[in-house]
């Protein structure tokens, strides 16, 4: 999906008005300032759904590391003990 593309000038010119017409048609709105990206402005939906994704990538490495037995088992005493050493 293609991002709604806004030079800062019209966003000075028109106002938020700019912002919210481009995320009425797209999820997304690049603010572009000498021809470069300055600024994304996303929907509500769209950032939510970005964290989502985020953490759904983070949750799916966590599990691969646990079943490829890349990961230590601890208990809460040694994690304290180990807190308390480098405190």
Known sequence: MM???I??????RRGLTAVDDGLRRHAAVTV???NRAAYV???PETYEALLQDA???RLA????????????TTS???????ASAHG
Do not use: Y
């Open 76 to 82: 809460v005493d040694e994690l304290m003990a180990e």
């Open 7 to 12: 030079p800062i000038q019209e966003i000075k």
């Open 61 to 72: 490495q966590s599990l691969a590391d646990w079943q490829a037995r890349r990961c230590k």
């Open 55 to 57: 953490d759904d990538a």
């Open 32 to 34: 572009v300032r000498n």
């Open 41 to 43: 402005v996303l929907t």
């Open 3 to 5: 991002d709604a593309i």
